[in-house]
C-alpha cells in the first residue's frame, strides 16, 4: 500500500480522468507535412469534431487554418481518410458536409473556394479521396466516387485541371474495377500506380498493382499503356511508393502457403521490367486498406526505405536496404513507441533524409516526431497532453495464450491502477472485456485514455487481438473467414479462462464493450455464454446478419459472405438452415442472461441504425428491457464531444448500478 492511499472496492475507486477531461484534450493528430519549415496536421476538434488544419510555425505558433464551417473529412467507401494535398502555397481537401473539393491558401484568413460543383437532382456532387497532383501538366488525379440516379455508386481514377477558377467536373482516366486507391506519381510525372480490387474481395484479399504513363492532349491527360503488374489469386497489395529514380516499390502479401515470407506483408519493387522480393520477413510491413493514405513506406534515398513493421509487442520503425533487404531498427526504445503511422516526407537538408510521422507510445498520446538520417532517435516535435501521472498509468501486459483448438492467440491486459487507492485483502478486480471492430483491426499496447478511464477506477481491462486481427500474418488474419461469431467469441472467452485461472480478475464480476463488429461480437458473447458476463454495451453493432448484408455500403457489400461463409440470399438468410440465421445473436436473444445497453448514431451508413432498432424491437417483443440511446447527427463512431461524453457516462452508471448496486 502506498503512503495516503485510500481503502475502497475494486471499481469503485475515484478517478481523475472524467469523460469530460478525456473528451476535451486534443485528438489524435493525422496526416503530418512539413513544408518551408512549418508543420502542418489534421486534427479533430474537441467540441464540434470538425477535422481542422493546424499548423505550427517555426517560431512555435499553433493556428487554425480552416474556418469554423469547413471540416477536413473524405467519405469515400464512407471510412474516407487521408482528404488534403499540399501545393506550394495553397491545400486541396474534401469538405464533410458537401464532400465538393475546396482550394486555400495557406493562412487563417484565407477563405476556401470550391473547385467541383454541387450535385443536382440528376447527379449527386462527387467524393474525393488519395488527391495527388501532376504538378507539369497542371491536374490534380484522384479517387472519385460517385452516386448516379439509380443510386449506384461508381468508383474512378478522375482528374480535375488546377488553374482554372470556376469548379470543373471531373474527367474519368480510368473505370474498369469496382474499387482503386493508393494513386501515387512517379518523380518525373509522367507515371501513376495503383491499386485495384473487384467485388466479391475486399482489398487485404486479392488486389492488384496497376501503371499507367499519364499523356497530355488538348483537352486535358489521360492513362496509356495501362500495365497490370502483380496480381494472382489469393494476392493482396498495398501502400504504393516511388523512389527518386522512378523505381516502385509496394507491400504484397498472399494466400499461398509455398513459404513462411508469403503470408506476411513484405517490400517489393518493380523497375518497369521485373518484380522483386526486397525484404522476406515473417512481419507485416503493411495494414488493411480500411482507409485512405495512411503511409508505412517511404523512399527516403538512393539506397534505403523507411518502413513501419509490425511485431508482436508493437510497430517497429526500420530502414531497409533497397537492394539487400536487410532491416535496420531505428532506435525507437528509449521512447517506447508502440505505434508509428503517417510517415511523410520531410524536408532535406545538409545531405540529410527526413521523415515526419505519428509516434504513440504506452505511457503518452500520439505525437508528430521527425526522424533524420543524421540522428539515431526520433524527436517529438508536437507532444502529446499529459493527462495521467506515471503512477497512476497501467502499463500494457501482453498475453499469448492457447486457444481451445490450439491456437495462439494474442491480447493486453492492464491491470487496475491508481495510486490514491488501494482495493481491500484478497479482493479481484472486475473486468473490462475491449472487443475492437474491422474484424482485421489490430489493438496495441498504447497509451488510450479510454482503458485509463477503467483502470484508474479498478477495473482490470484485457483487449483482445482474436484470430481476424491484423499484424500477425495472412493466416491469422484469414482464420476468420467462414468462422466470423465463433472464433472471435470463442478467442474472447478463452481469454478471460487465461485471466480467471491466474487469479488476476473476479470471474463473478466481468463486463465487456465493442463498437461495430465488436458490437456484434458483444451480442454474440452475451447469448452464447450467458452465465459468463454481468452486463454488455454494444456501439453500433449488429444484431441481424441478413439485414446488414441487404443494406450495407458498396465497400463491403460481400465481406459477410466470405466472413460467415456463405453467399446471401434474401430468400434463405433468415432460415434456420443458414448460416446467416445461425450466427445472428438477433434469432438467440431468449438465451440474454445480463442486461444490454446499445449506442447508436442516426446517420451511420456501415451500420444504419435500423439493425439497433431490430435488436430492441425483438428485445421488446419478448419482454426483455434494455436501454437503447441515440445520437442525432453521428455516424460510424461518435465525433461531437458532447455525444462522446454522453455515452461514456451512461455506460459507466450502466456497468456501476449492475456491478456495485446493493
Known sequence: MTRNSEISEFGLWKSSLSAEVIFSAPARPNYPHLQDGTLYWVEQSADSGHSQLIRLTPGGVRECLTPEVFSLRSRVHEYGGRALLFLESEVIFSNDQDQRLYRQRLTPSALPRPITPKGDDQQK??????????????????????????????????????????????????????????????????????????????????????????????????????????????????????????????????????????????????????????????????????????????????????????????????????????????????????????????????????????????????EISVWSSESPELEPLVASTLLLEKEDLSVAQPMVYQTRDGVQAHAYFYPPRNSSFEATIDSLPPLMVLIHGGPTARVLPLFEPRIQYWTTRGYAVVDVNYRGSSGYGRRYRDALYGRWGERDINDVVDAIHFLVVRELID????????????????????????????????????????????????????????????????????????????????????????????????????????????????????GISCQYVEYPNEGHGFRSKKARVDALERETRFFSEILFSA
Open 125 to 366: 456532387a462527387g467524393r474525393f479521396a488519395d488527391l495527388v497532383a501532376v504538378k507539369e501538366e497542371g491536374f490534380l488525379l484522384a479517387v472519385g466516387e460517385q452516386e448516379d440516379q439509380d443510386g449506384k455508386v461508381i468508383n474512378n481514377i478522375v482528374s480535375l485541371p488546377l488553374n482554372q477558377q470556376a469548379p470543373s467536373v471531373p474527367t474519368t482516366l480510368f473505370g474498369e474495377s469496382d474499387f482503386v486507391a493508393n494513386l501515387v506519381v512517379s518523380p518525373d510525372g509522367e507515371r501513376l500506380a495503383w491499386i485495384a480490387w473487384n467485388h466479391p474481395s475486399m482489398p487485404w484479399d486479392q488486389s492488384r498493382l496497376m501503371t499507367a504513363e499519364i499523356i497530355s492532349h488538348d483537352h486535358g491527360i489521360a492513362l496509356d499503356q495501362v500495365t497490370t503488374v502483380v496480381e494472382g489469386e489469393g494476392v493482396s497489395v498495398c501502400q504504393l511508393e516511388y523512389a527518386f529514380d522512378g523505381e516502385l516499390f509496394f507491400i504484397k502479401d498472399s494466400a499461398s502457403n509455398e513459404d513462411s515470407a508469403a503470408g506476411y506483408w513484405n517490400i517489393h519493387s518493380w523497375d518497369g521490367r521485373r518484380v522483386r522480393a526486397v525484404t522476406q520477413e515473417t512481419f507485416d510491413y503493411g495494414e488493411p486498406l480500411w482507409v485512405f493514405g495512411d503511409k508505412r513506406l517511404l523512399a527516403i534515398d538512393s539506397e534505403r526505405l523507411l518502413a513501419v513493421r509490425s511485431e508482436r509487442a508493437g510497430d517497429v520503425l526500420v530502414t531497409v536496404d533497397r537492394t539487400t533487404g536487410e532491416s535496420r531498427i531505428v532506435d525507437q526504445r528509449a521512447a517506447g513507441y508502440t505505434q508509428l503511422a503517417g510517415v511523410n516526407q520531410g524536408e532535406a537538408g545538409n545531405g540529410a533524409s527526413t521523415a515526419v510521422m505519428i509516434t504513440s507510445s504506452a505511457e503518452h498520446g500520439a
Open 507 to 622: 470471474p463473478e464480476r466481468i463486463v465487456l464493450r465493442g463498437s461495430s463488429a465488436g458490437g456484434y461480437a458483444v451480442l454474440q458473447l452475451l447469448v452464447h455464454y450467458p452465465k459468463l458476463f454481468r452486463a454488455g454495451a454494444s456501439y453500433y453493432g449488429i444484431g441481424n446478419l441478413a439485414t446488414l448484408a441487404s443494406i450495407t455500403h458498396k465497400f463491403e457489400k460481400y465481406y459477410t459472405d466470405r466472413l460467415i461463409g456463405e453467399d446471401y440470399d434474401q430468400a434463405t438468410a433468415n432460415k434456420s438452415s443458414s448460416l446467416y440465421y445461425q450466427r445472428s445473436p438477433i434469432f438467440y436473444l431468449d438465451q440474454l442472461n445480463a442486461p444490454l445497453v446499445l449506442f447508436q448514431g442516426l446517420d451511420d451508413k456501415v451500420v444504419p441504425p435500423s439493425l439497433s432498432k431490430e435488436v430492441v424491437k425483438a428485445l421488446e417483443d419478448r
